[in-house]
């Protein structure tokens, strides 16, 4: 038993940040429905009509979008990674993850609509973001792979809270290599949405707007909040 929680625990930012990704997908579809829009309308129309030749420029895009959260998460867990050098490192470590967790049960009741306390913190991000969304002119027209890359890099600082919560998670991993990989894992889970969400916009932010499927998702986020409480309460301590 204490093997399989030491698993789990050596593993469990990566793999709570990925189902968070997939899980907050119905906040994903809803938030960045328009951005996936864009890029799909400012791509030639020979391309907007063949899924199979938009691919490549979605999977661009978002792999831009990606490296922005890695950047940020890298910078989060250095930040972590150095206040946990300031005192003991473990119960350092263990108090961030308490507040990753605490913030995971926030974006819970966030996602079921439930309590918004998250909004504010996606006030937080707004002024880079108004700086950030002129350049975003640039690429009124997308012809090129880099300039879809180029376009997702943009769109990773628009302000989220679903991003800002897991940049908590980053802070309490440790490093500033774990905490980009915490948001690479969150963004490889938010990826199968929204690259369905290029090719069936419509269906899906209909369906990601049922009120029973953002609370199915928001008590999901929220008991993989309790169980980075549990994991910091247990698994550090043994």
């Known amino acids: 038993m204490d093997s399989l929680l030491d698993f789990f625990g050596s593993h469990s930012l990566y793999l709570t940040a990925f189902l968070v990704g997939i899980l907050g997908g119905v906040h994903c579809l809803g938030m960045c429905g328009g ?8 791509l030639a129309p020979s391309v907007q009509t063949h899924f199979r030749k938009m691919l490549p420029f979605q999977l661009s895009y978002n792999a831009g979008r990606i490296s922005s959260y890695m950047v940020l998460g890298g910078v989060f867990g250095f930040l972590g990674a150095s206040l946990a050098n300031l005192a003991t490192f473990l119960p350092a470590q263990q108090v961030l993850q308490w507040v990753a967790g605490l913030f995971m049960i926030a974006l819970g009741l966030y996602l079921g609509g439930w309590w ?7 006030k ?3 002024k880079v973001w108004q700086w950030l969304q002129p350049l975003t002119k640039r ?5 090129h792979l880099y300039q879809a890359y180029l376009y997702g ?5 628009l302000p989220c809270g679903l991003v800002y919560s897991m940049l908590i998670m980053a802070l309490s991993a440790g490093s500033a290599l774990n905490g980009a990989l915490v948001m690479g894992a969150f963004g490889l889970g ?12 419509f269906y899906l932010t209909k ?5 029973w499927v953002r609370r199915t998702a928001g008590v999901l986020v929220m008991l993989l909040g309790a169980w980075q409480i549990y994991l910091a309460t247990h698994v550090h301590i043994t």
Do not use: C, Q, Y
Request: charged share 10%.
């Open 35 to 42: 951005v996936v829009g864009s890029l799909t309308f400012n």
């Open 139 to 143: 690429f009124h027209r997308v012809d």
């Open 116 to 122: 918004f306390g998250v909004v504010a913190i996606e």
């Open 153 to 157: 890099l943009l769109w990773g600082w």
């Open 207 to 211: 369906w990601s707007r049922k009120l």
């Open 190 to 201: 938010t990826l199968p949405n929204l690259l369905l969400m290029g090719a069936f916009a």
């Open 124 to 126: 937080l991000g707004a």
